[in-house]
């Protein structure tokens, strides 16, 4: 190969692999989620609440990850798995948002549309008193303030990212779900039930495109 031609190649590799080590698992996090280098896992169960977000496994740059793309529709997957958020009290996951809904307001129960979300779910004997924590990508709601969903009290929104400032770039997350918890409802958390992920713009009627890229559950802290 021409030596010309060869080190721009080589530089696109070694690029394409420097973008990959961003998706890496960290070693303080025993428990997979999904990591999306094959596909989407089959333990992700679709739930519809009007119409259908469309969740695409796509590959760019070394990354592969769930492509979210929502039209007026509001469904999510779920994925079931039980586990003591004591012990394994961190979540983190990479995301990307293109655009925010613009009409969005977490306040208001018409404009409850979020580009990406993230939900940790503690189920109870009965569903409804079951407690959801959602991090979400917030259209206004400012970052890392919280408040009660304006669909249930026992659903708790927390703003990791807010606006418009970091839309199109991918974010790696972390959260203390154990702290958030206790800090949200007040006594310390049963075993935790189910991770989810959802798209939606059922409410304002919007069209909002995402990407989640792994996600996995900690003993430690991996920012550490």
Not at 49 to 55: I, P, V
Not at 56 to 76: D, L, M, Q, R, Y
Not at 119 to 138: G, Q
Request: one cysteine or more; hydrophobic letters at 35%; glycine letters at 6%.
């Amino acid at each position: 190969m021409n030596k010309i031609i060869a080190l721009p190649v080589l530089l696109l590799a070694i690029a394409s692999v420097s973008l990959a080590e961003d998706f890496r698992i960290p070693p303080e996090c025993e428990i997979i989620i999904d990591d999306f280098v094959h596909g989407i896992k089959p333990g992700w169960i679709p739930k519809s609440f009007k119409g259908t977000t469309e969740y695409t496994w796509v590959e760019e740059n070394g990354k592969p990850f769930i492509k979210a793309t929502s039209n007026n529709a509001a469904s999510g997957l779920i994925y079931k798995i039980k586990y003591d958020p004591q012990k394994y009290p961190y979540i983190t996951w990479t995301w990307k948002v293109d655009n925010i809904i613009a009409s969005g307001d977490a306040t208001r129960k018409s404009k409850d549309d979020y580009s990406a979300r993230v939900y940790v779910v503690f189920p109870a004997l009965f569903f409804w008193n079951s407690k959801i924590i959602n991090y979400i990508w917030a259209n206004k709601l400012p970052q890392n303030q919280f408040i009660p969903s304006s669909y249930a009290s026992n659903s708790i929104m927390v703003g990791v990212e807010s606006g418009e400032a970091n839309t199109g770039r991918w974010m790696t997350e972390t959260k203390n779900v154990y702290e958030d918890y206790i800090r949200f409802f007040g006594k310390n958390p049963p075993k935790i039930g189910a991770i989810a992920i959802m798209t939606d713009t059922d409410n304002t009627g919007e069209s909002t495109s995402a990407g989640y890229g792994p996600i996995s559950i900690c003993s430690r802290d991996p920012r550490k």
